[in-house]
């Protein structure tokens, strides 16, 4: 079994839904839950991190947090055309002593279509 | 401009010829980190450095060596490529203590004969 399972998708909606992207995860330790997006034919880039549980809202998106399921979301509102792109929810883990080993561990990705 | 760079972008090879990628960041950033991406697979690190001379394995280390001579550049080595390192390759950085920041270079797409 994956540390992180991510649905790939493909994800097809029309201007203006509401998209839910999701992730689980095995590994308890996890503690820093991020997203990033990635265009076509370039590299990944940090959208949102969320530190242990909660929500964490900027904008258009909303990540959440639920450490009790494992469970990992990122909600766009009213999305755009711009908003096409692939989609990868990535864990980070911390040791007893509160420092990071600097080990990512990433979903697969899931690649968004908005269409006009 | 704050930057990761890669070099080549795009390179063709044949089996067990070396070749290096190179790495380079300019925001001074002690952490630095190589990762292949495959479809359906995702994004796996293959190894990462938290500061000069201090490098570590990720999650498939496998027939790749890397060095953290100097704090900018984080080459990535293969010394014999074979078909399945065929993949696209993307180094980033980010600040110490910052690991889930990760900037990420523009990738390089590899491909073994």
């Known amino acids: 079994q994956k540390e992180v399972e991510q649905d790939p998708g493909p994800l097809s909606v029309p201007e203006g839904a509401i998209v839910s992207l999701n992730c689980t995860y095995s590994?308890?330790?996890?503690?820093?839950f991020m997203w990033y997006r990635q265009y076509s034919r370039k590299g990944p880039e940090l959208l949102m991190y969320t530190y242990s549980s909660g929500n964490k809202e900027d904008g258009r998106f909303t990540a959440q947090v639920d450490k009790s399921s494992k469970y990992i979301s990122l909600f766009i509102r009213d999305s755009q055309p711009s908003d096409s792109a692939t989609y990868l929810c990535a864990m980070l883990g911390i040791n007893a002593g509160g420092t990071s080993y600097g080990k990512l561990t990433f979903g697969q990705g899931t690649i968004l279509t908005v269409h006009p | 401009e704050a930057q990761v760079t890669q070099n080549p972008r795009y390179l063709i090879t044949v089996t067990g010829k070396k070749l290096t990628v190179t790495c380079s960041q300019n925001?001074?950033?002690?952490?630095m980190s190589w990762y292949r991406q495959d479809p359906g697979l995702g994004l796996r690190q293959i190894y990462y450095?938290?500061?000069?001379?201090?490098?570590d394995k990720g999650d498939v280390p496998e027939g790749y060596k890397v060095s953290r001579k100097e704090k900018r550049n984080f080459p990535l080595i293969l010394e014999s490529p074979s078909p399945n390192q065929t993949s696209l390759y993307f180094c980033a950085s980010s600040p110490s203590g910052q690991f889930y920041e990760q900037y990420f270079g523009p990738g390089t797409r590899l491909t073994v004969t």
């Open positions: 925001m001074n950033h002690e952490y």
């Open positions: 450095s938290m500061n000069v001379e201090v490098t």
């Open positions: 590994n308890s330790a996890f503690q820093y």
